[in-house]
Structure formats: C-alpha cells, structure tokens
C-alpha cells in the first residue's frame, strides 16, 4: 500500500481548505497596502501594519506543532480558517475618523490574528503531505510541491482580486464579501473533510518543538535568509515604486496603477506557484540522491542571488525612472520569481524528508517559525530600506540575505530519512 487510507481525499480536502484561505490572504494583503497607501501611509508606517501579522506567525508555528500534536491536524486546520474569518470582520469595522496612530495599531492587532490564522492553516497542510503522500517514486516531493505551488497561484489570483475589489466594491465591503465565503467554504470542510488524518496523542510536550536535528536548524536558517530576502523588496518596496512610477495623481491614474500593480504581483505569484509545481521535474528529482539535492539548495541559492544585485546595480545607474527600466525591473523580479520558487519548494520537500513521521508537526511548525521569522526580517527591512535608500538598497539588502541563505544551506549533510508513516 502506497498511501494512508483514504490519504488523497484527506489530501484534496485539505488542498481545496488551504486554497481558500490562500486566496483570501493573498487579497487581504493587497487591499491593505494599497489602500492605506492612498490614505498617505509611509513606507515604514505601511511596513508597521504587517510587522504584527510575522509576529504572530513566529509564536504560533512554534505553539501549533505542539497543538496539532496534541490535538490533531484537522483542529488547527479548521481554527486557521475561524480566525481568518474572524479577521476579516474585525478589519472591516475600521473607522475612517480615527488617527493615523490609532489605526495603525487597530490594523496591526487586526493583522496579527490573520497571520495566526495563516500559519495554522500552512502548518497543518505541509504536515498532512507528510502523512499522506505515497512512499514510493519520490511522491513526497511531488506532492508537497503541488500543495505549495498550487497554494501559491492562488495566492496570486487573491492579490489580484484584493485591486479588483477595492478598485469596485471598496475597502469595507469586499471584507465583508470575503468573510462570507470564507464561512462558507469552512462550514463545507467540517462537513465533508474524511478520516486519514491523526487525531493527536496526548502525551506531547510543547519542549518538543525545539528540533535537536543540526539539518532541521540549519534549513530553518537558510529560510529565514531566503524568505526575508523576497519580502525586503515585495512587501512594501516594489508596490509603492511601481505606484509613484505609473500614478499621475488623478483618481483614475491611481485605479489604474492599482490594476497594474495587482497584476504585476498575482503574475509574479502565480509564475512562483506554478515553478514551485514543477520543482521536481526541473531538479530531476526522482533520479538524484539525497545528496545531490541537499547540494543543489546551495547552488541555486547562488543563482538567485545575483539577480537581486544585477537589478540594484541597473536602478542605480539609470538614476531617474524610465519605461527601460520598468521593463528591467518586471524582467528580472520575474526571472528572480522562477529561482526563487525552486529554493523554496527545494527546502519544503526537505524540511519533510530530513523529519520524522512521529514528530512532523513539531519540526514542520519550528521551520515555519523560521519562515515567519525571515519574513518579519523582511518586512521591517522593506520599509526600512526603501524609506533610507528606496528601491536600491532594497534589492541590495535581498541580494545580501540570499547569499546568507546560501551559506546556511551549505552546512546541510545528507541523512536517511523516512518518505512517511509506514
């Protein structure tokens, strides 16, 4: 037998959940930028509004392993998408009157519930391919890389979504739109959700999220290089850019930039998305040892690493925005998007095969922490960086982290592993 019982409908439902709640995420993000960009937010003020939601990820990766260890996987599963509607609701009673000062703190506890939300969803859904995917023909790659690329071309749908929706249904009710369906799809998941997956044992100890294995706390270090080094120019950098590039200060030129800057981003995450689904082809996986693909998450870490320079370097010698430019910049983000997705699908099929099947959701979740970690990094940077020395030091500061993420990988050593539970 090559699968759990029942493991690909438990797999599918699980996928069609974390869809849903991906999408949502990805257009959450979206209407908040851009809309308290035009509420005339800074940079470092908009960095503030997701610092909260990294935050929250940290603490609850390293709380929901213990908790789906203890509980189950479909518990915190079903209570990622509960907060994430919760959420949504609570963000649309923002109050247009209140202070900046007020607002933003609002909008940070607000977000700090969404990014609790969204790691307890991720963290079931990689730690359920562990215990689902087949054993045999490198099925746990392709599996975890499914999950993970398809996740992620949703996500890009829901950025674009989140512009078309406040460029016509506004802040307030496409919040309220969204809550509706997420509700929705979750009411569907409870009812329809098979067995297959663990009920949860209890004599778990929360000091067990704490990895003892050299690979697993070199891998999560590598992530956190990685993962801040896309956020320090995509959280904030390149969307306010792209905006004061393409606004021309009218009401119409800022609806339009919006739709560009949407669609440049839901392109750029699907592209990811769809990369990270072909990982395993691209890494000839099923014909490579472990060996030659613990190697391989260090070379292209290199790869990447000279785009994010190569782009600095062409912002600071053109010196003043033009059409050449834009064309670089869209080029090589893209090229970067592809290099960027096989790193990170390289290191989620690793994090599985370097775990065991007793412990999954405890490492699984100790990862995502450093996965949250490296995006909080990233996210405070963006603002940071691009408020000092806009979008050159922001794609410098990427080009830094991701040779710091190379270095980390480099100290991976191939080990046996089990491809899932027997």
Same mark, same amino acid.
């Given at each position: 037998m090559t699968t759990r019982p029942r493991g690909m409908s438990a797999y599918i439902a699980v996928t069609a959940a974390y869809w849903a709640f991906m999408l949502t995420d990805g257009a959450l993000r979206m209407l908040v930028l851009l809309h308290f960009h035009t509420l005339g937010f800074?940079?470092?003020?908009?960095?503030?509004?997701?610092?909260?939601?990294?935050?929250?990820?940290?603490?609850?990766?390293?709380? +929901?392993?213990?908790?789906?260890?203890?509980?189950? &996987?479909?518990?915190?599963?079903?209570?990622?998408?509960?907060?994430?509607?919760? +959420? &949504?609701?609570?963000?649309?009673?923002?109050?247009?009157?209140?202070?900046?000062?007020?607002?933003?703190?609002?909008?940070?506890?607000?977000?700090? +519930?969404?990014?609790?939300?969204?790691?307890?969803?991720?963290?079931?859904?990689k730690s359920a391919v562990k215990l689902l995917a087949p054993t045999e023909g490198g099925g746990l790659f392709r599996w975890v890389a499914l999950l993970t690329g398809s996740k992620n071309a949703v996500k890009g749908v829901g950025f674009l979504l989140g512009t078309v929706l406040l460029a016509t249904l506004g802040f307030v009710w496409s919040l309220y739109a969204m809550a509706i369906v997420l509700a929705a799809i979750l009411l569907a998941v409870l009812i329809a959700m098979p067995p297959g997956l663990p009920k949860g044992r209890k004599g778990a100890k929360f000091t067990e999220v704490f990895s003892r294995s050299a690979n697993v706390n070199w891998l999560s270090t590598a992530r956190v290089f990685l993962f801040g080094a896309r956020d320090v120019w995509f959280v904030v950098g390149i969307p306010i850019y792209f905006h004061a590039v393409l606004s021309d200060g009218t009401e119409e030129g800022a609806r339009m930039a919006f739709f560009v800057i949407g669609t440049f981003m839901a392109v750029w995450i699907i592209l990811y998305g769809a990369i990270q689904a072909a990982a395993p082809r691209i890494l000839d996986a099923t014909n490579r040892s472990e060996a030659d693909l613990i190697g391989a998450a260090r070379q292209w870490a290199l790869m990447l690493c000279v785009v994010p320079a190569t782009l600095a370097a062409l912002v600071v010698l053109a010196g003043e925005p033009a059409v050449w430019l834009t064309v670089a910049?869209?080029?090589?983000?893209?090229?970067?998007?592809?290099?960027?997705?096989?790193?990170?699908?390289?290191?989620?099929?690793?994090? &599985?095969?370097?775990?065991?099947?007793?412990?999954?959701?405890?490492?699984?979740?100790?990862?995502?922490? +450093?996965?949250?970690?490296?995006?909080?990094?990233?996210?405070? &940077?963006?603002?940071?960086?691009?408020?000092?020395?806009?979008?050159?030091?922001?794609?410098?500061?990427a080009a830094i982290m991701v040779a710091l993420s190379a270095m980390a990988a480099g100290k991976l050593n191939p080990q046996s592993t089990e491809s899932a539970v027997a």
């Open positions: 800074s940079p470092v003020q908009l960095a503030y509004l997701f610092v909260l939601y990294e935050i929250a990820g940290m603490v609850t990766n390293l709380s +929901a392993g213990w908790i789906a260890a203890r509980f189950g &996987l479909t518990t915190t599963l079903y209570a990622g998408l509960a907060v994430q509607v919760f +959420a &949504l609701l609570a963000l649309a009673q923002l109050d247009p009157g209140w202070a900046i000062g007020a607002s933003v703190a609002y909008v940070m506890m607000v977000q700090g +519930a969404s990014g609790v939300a969204k790691d307890l969803a991720k963290m079931s859904s910049l869209i080029a090589g983000l893209l090229i970067f998007g592809a290099l960027f997705a096989v790193n990170s699908s390289l290191h989620s099929y690793l994090i &599985l095969a370097f775990t065991r099947s007793e412990r999954v959701t405890m490492d699984v979740g100790f990862y995502y922490m +450093a996965n949250a970690g490296g995006r909080l990094i990233g996210t405070v &940077l963006s603002g940071l960086t691009y408020q000092v020395g806009g979008l050159p030091l922001c794609l410098g500061t």
